[in-house]
T-cell receptor, first 112, second 118 residues
C-alpha cells in the first residue's frame, strides 16, 4: 500500500528566509508525486508534479521539489519565501491508476 | 464550466438525516474523484469514477456512503443516517482521464462542501 508522511505539521518562517517542507512516501510501484497548495479560504491547487524525467521540478512561483528514489523523498523548497506563500501544503502520491494518497499537510506561516 | 463546481458550499444537518452533495466536473473530464478532509487532517480518498463506473470505491468508510455518476458528468455523493464523525469538507476533483501518467492524470479540485452534523 502507498502512504505519504509529511514530517512537519507547522513550519513558521520569516519573510525572505529559505524553507523546506519535507515529504516521504512509500510505494511498491512506480510513483507519480505531487505538491498541492491550499491558500486561506481557497480550494486546493496543484503546485508542481513529478511524473518522469528530470528529478528536479519547479513551479512558476519559485518553489522546487526533487524526487529522490533512494530516500523515497519529495521535499519542497523555496530559497526566499514571501508573506503570500502562507498556506497549507499537501504532498500526494499516485500509482497512476487513479486515486491520490495525501499526506497530513504542512502549514507554512510566513511572518514579516 | 471553467472549473469544478460543488454544491452546496455549506450544509448543516442533524444526526440521522440523509444528505446529498453534488459535483460538476470540468467539461470533457472523464474521471471524477471524491475526497474527504476532516478538521486538521489530510485528504482521504473515497471513490473515483471513470465515466459512469467506479473502479475504486475502497475509501468509502461505511455502507452509509454511496456515490453515483450519470451521463459521464455530474456526480452525487449521498450519506445516509449522518453521524457527527461525518462532519468534514468533502472535495471533488476531476481529470481528463484516470489511470494514465502525464497531464491526463492531473486532478483539478472544486471548492468543497463543508458538512456539519449536529
Amino acid at each position: 500500500a502507498q502512504s505519504v508522511t509529511q514530517l512537519d505539521s507547522q513550519v513558521p518562517v520569516f519573510e525572505e528566509a529559505p524553507v523546506e517542507l519535507r515529504c516521504n512516501y512509500s510505494s511498491s510501484v512506480s510513483v507519480y508525486l505531487f505538491w498541492y497548495v491550499q491558500y486561506p479560504n481557497q480550494g486546493l491547487q496543484l503546485l508542481l508534479k513529478y511524473l518522469s524525467g528530470s528529478t528536479l521540478v519547479e513551479s512558476i512561483n519559485g518553489f522546487e521539489a526533487e524526487f529522490n528514489k533512494s530516500q523515497t523523498s519529495f521535499h519542497l523548497r523555496k530559497p526566499s519565501v514571501h508573506i503570500s506563500d502562507t498556506a497549507e501544503y499537501f504532498c500526494a502520491v499516485s500509482d497512476g491508476r487513479g486515486k491520490l494518497i495525501f499526506g497530513q499537510g504542512t502549514e507554512l506561516s510566513v511572518k514579516p | 464550466g471553467a472549473g469544478v463546481s460543488q454544491s452546496p458550499s455549506n450544509k448543516v444537518t442533524e444526526k440521522g438525516k440523509d444528505v446529498e452533495l453534488r459535483c460538476d466536473p470540468i467539461s470533457g473530464h472523464t474521471a471524477l474523484y471524491w475526497y474527504r478532509q476532516r478538521l486538521g487532517q489530510g485528504l482521504e480518498f473515497l471513490i473515483y469514477f471513470q465515466g459512469n463506473s467506479a473502479p475504486d470505491k475502497s475509501g468509502l468508510p461505511s455502507d452509509r456512503f454511496s456515490a453515483e455518476r450519470t451521463g459521464g458528468s455530474v456526480s452525487t455523493l449521498t450519506i445516509q443516517r449522518t453521524q457527527q464523525e461525518d462532519s468534514a469538507v468533502y472535495l471533488c476533483a476531476s481529470s481528463l482521464l484516470a489511470g494514465t501518467s502525464g497531464r491526463a492524470n492531473e486532478q483539478f479540485f472544486g471548492p468543497g462542501t463543508r458538512l456539519t452534523v449536529l
